[in-house]
């Protein structure tokens, strides 16, 4: 059973990257999903979650408007997209169930 996020790299302030989280073991759509990340030095930070049972959503308040969860459950995949990236957004981002399970993380860099 495990996560396995994808999808970070280097990226000018005002770009874009999608973050992707795939399952193996166990069914997505059984579990609200979401991502929390984790800049050096700094605590870790709810980012977003989509809920299993109704599909909504939700979004830390920096991340509104900007960031776009959701899930593919004929993959077995969540994604987030990230548009208008800010060098503050930059930091380890981590797929996590609401069962607790969490993948490795992917680095996300925005440079200024």
């Known amino acids: 059973v495990q996560l396995q996020a994808s999808g970070g790299g280097l990226v000018q302030a005002g770009g874009s990257l999608r973050l992707s989280c795939a399952a193996s073991?166990?069914?997505?759509?059984?579990?609200?999903i979401g991502w929390f990340r984790q800049a050096p030095g700094k605590e870790r930070e709810w980012v977003s979650e989509?809920?299993?049972?109704?599909?909504?959503?939700r979004y830390v308040d920096s991340a509104k408007g900007r960031f776009t969860i959701s899930r593919d459950n004929a993959k077995n995949t969540l994604y987030l997209q990230m548009k208008s990236l800010k060098p503050e957004d930059t930091a380890v981002y981590y797929c996590?169930?609401?069962?607790?399970?969490r993948g490795q993380g992917t680095l996300v860099t925005v440079s200024s």
């Open positions: 996590t169930t609401s069962s607790g399970l």
């Open positions: 073991g166990l069914t997505l759509d059984y579990y609200g």
């Open positions: 989509i809920s299993s049972s109704d599909g909504s959503t």
